[in-house]
C-alpha cells in the first residue's frame, strides 16, 4: 500500500492501527440500551413537537372557522334587514294603494298564524268576526256590510 498511496496521493503510510468494534459482551447489551433510549428520546422530542404543531395548526382553522362563521352572520343580518326595510316598503305602498285590501292581508295572516300550527285544536262558531273574510271577502267598489261585532252591539236592546 505505500508504494501506491506515495505515487497517486503524495502521502507516506507510517502506522496503520485498527481500532476494536466489538465491545465486550457484558458492555453490549448497556450501550444498546442508551442508544435505544437516546432514540426514543429523540422520538418522543418529534412526537411532542408535532402534537404542539398540530395544535396550534388545529386552533388556527378554529379561529379561521369562528371569523368566517362570524362574516356570515353579519351578512345574513345585514341581508335580513335590507329585505325587512324592502318588504316594509312594499307594504307601506299597498296600503296607500289600497287600504282595505292591506287589512285584508293583515287579517289573513292573523288567521294563518293562528289556524297554521298542526298541535293546536282551535273549535269556534262560524259566527265569529274572525271568518267573516271568508264568508264575507272584500269585493272593489262594493261597501261592505258592518262586521258582526258592531252589528252584535246594535241588537243588545232586542230581546
Same mark, same amino acid.
Given at each position: 500500500?505505500?508504494?501506491? &498511496?506515495? +505515487?497517486?496521493?503524495?502521502? !507516506? @503510510? ?9 465491545? %465486550?459482551?457484558? /458492555? ?19 412526537? $411532542? ?9 388545529? !386552533?388556527?382553522?378554529? *379561529?379561521?372557522?369562528?371569523? #368566517? ?5 353579519? !351578512? ?12 316594509? $316598503?312594499?307594504?307601506?305602498?299597498? #296600503?296607500? +294603494?289600497? %287600504?282595505?285590501?292591506? /287589512?285584508?292581508?293583515?287579517? &289573513?295572516?292573523?288567521?294563518? $298564524? ?8 282551535? @273549535? ?5 268576526? &274572525?271568518?267573516?273574510? &271568508?264568508? #264575507? =271577502?272584500?269585493?272593489?267598489? /262594493?261597501?261592505? =256590510?258592518? %262586521? ?6 246594535? *241588537?243588545?236592546? /232586542?230581546?
Amino acid at each position: 500500500m505505500k508504494g501506491p &498511496l506515495r +505515487q497517486d496521493y503524495g502521502i !507516506e @503510510l507510517v502506522d496503520i492501527r485498527l481500532q476494536r468494534f466489538n465491545h %465486550p459482551a457484558d /458492555v453490549r447489551e448497556a450501550i444498546y440500551q442508551r442508544i435505544r433510549s437516546e432514540r426514543e428520546k429523540k422520538a418522543t422530542e418529534y412526537r $411532542s413537537e408535532g402534537k404542539t404543531l398540530g395544535a396550534e395548526h388545529r !386552533e388556527h382553522r378554529r *379561529r379561521g372557522r369562528r371569523e #368566517h362563521l362570524a362574516k356570515a352572520d353579519f !351578512e345574513k343580518k345585514k341581508t335580513e334587514g335590507e329585505a325587512e326595510a324592502l318588504a316594509s $316598503s312594499i307594504r307601506n305602498q299597498a #296600503h296607500q +294603494q289600497d %287600504p282595505e285590501f292591506y /287589512v285584508l292581508l293583515k287579517k &289573513l295572516d292573523s288567521l294563518q $298564524s293562528i289556524l297554521a300550527g298542526n298541535k293546536t285544536m282551535l @273549535l269556534l262558531s262560524t259566527n265569529r268576526p &274572525l271568518f267573516d273574510l &271568508l264568508f #264575507h =271577502p272584500p269585493q272593489p267598489g /262594493v261597501q261592505r =256590510p258592518a %262586521p258582526r261585532e258592531e252589528r252584535g252591539h246594535e *241588537r243588545q236592546g /232586542v230581546p
